[in-house]
């Protein structure tokens, strides 16, 4: 099944982008990105305004945890 997110904030620093789109979600992946896409027939369409969606964002976030599991060594975040 498709997932349609509907007017969010997108940001994708890989792609340098931060704006408010729509985003569609296909067989586990980034079908489409814009506004007002249009939603397949059987898509679940979920309405994030207001909300940050960041694509990829999950999957480093399973990288790094996956990493810390295996006894990588542990970096230190800077404030920006």
Known sequence: ??????GG????PGTDTDRIADLLISD?????????????ADA??????GLIVGPGFVEYLDVAR???AAGAPRTR????
């Open 1 to 6: 099944m498709d997932t349609l997110l509907r």
């Open 9 to 12: 904030r997108v940001i994708d």
């Open 28 to 40: 586990g992946r980034v079908a489409a990105v814009g506004t007002d896409l249009v939603a397949p």
């Open 44 to 49: 679940a369409v979920i309405d994030v305004e």
């Open 66 to 68: 996956l990493a810390a």
């Open 77 to 80: 975040s800077r404030p920006c």
